[in-house]
């Protein structure tokens, strides 16, 4: 089956700085990339995803690009604010219909 | 719309009882995903149900865990004669038709067994 893996597993940044995490996958026909950001207490909330026809995508501050080539995939957000502070989750769409995570991602964005 | 309902938000089951776990998928969504996260770690897939079907319960334990998805009704995790490793945070998603729909989560149901 798909395997996920994704880092790093925390991450600190100055308010203003941007933040990447990683992930990388296993299965070559996996072809949509969601990522989701958790907040304390909350259910995971779909922020942005791509799909194996495209090699990035943005939406305001937050984009993602994806290699298929070299199977990993990345979430890039510029211009972190506090309110950026939470654990985030890669996943991808293996041979199976159900979606794989990753580890997740605990990002602290510092004042 | 009101999205994906889950209840109860919390659960405590004292060890041995049996825990029922309810989510109602969006409106227009026929597909429902249950997953576990204990603390601090991620998502691990259960089962994967449409209505009235069992699809994939490949990541379900083999004992004391069952899911149904009626032609009518909730989606029901049940967990028998729980134990207090089985205290996590349940999440069930749905999606739509299409492969690469995206997932909507619900808020949770945490068990916690004493």
């Known amino acids: 089956g798909e395997n996920v893996e994704q880092h790093p597993s925390t991450l600190s940044v100055q308010e203003g700085d941007s933040a990447v995490i990683k992930c990388t996958y296993s299965?070559?026909?996996?072809?949509?990339f969601p990522w989701y950001k958790q907040e304390l207490g909350k259910g995971p909330q779909l922020i942005i995803d791509i799909r194996s026809n495209v090699g990035e995508k943005k939406d305001q501050r937050i984009a993602v690009t994806l290699n298929k080539t070299a199977k990993h995939f990345s979430l890039h957000i510029t211009e972190t604010q506090p309110e950026d502070s939470a654990v985030y989750f890669c996943a991808a769409t293996g041979s199976a219909r159900q979606l794989t995570f990753g580890s997740g991602t605990q990002l602290t964005v510092l004042p | 719309n009101a999205g994906v309902m889950q209840n109860p938000r919390h659960l405590v089951r004292r060890r041995g009882q049996e825990a029922r776990l309810r989510c109602s998928p969006m409106k227009g969504h026929s597909h429902v995903y249950w997953y576990r996260q204990l603390p601090e770690e991620g998502l691990k897939f259960m089962v994967y149900l449409q209505k009235e079907n069992i699809i994939d319960e490949s990541g379900m334990p083999k004992e004391r865990f069952s899911a149904e998805f009626p032609k009518e009704g909730p989606s029901i995790l049940r967990i028998q004669q729980v134990v207090r490793g089985d205290s996590a945070a349940y999440f069930c998603?749905?999606?739509?038709?299409?492969?690469?729909?995206?997932?909507?989560f619900g808020s949770g149901t945490r068990l916690t067994v004493v």
């Open positions: 998603a749905s999606s739509g038709l299409s492969s690469t729909d995206g997932y909507t």
């Open positions: 299965d070559s026909a996996s072809n949509y």
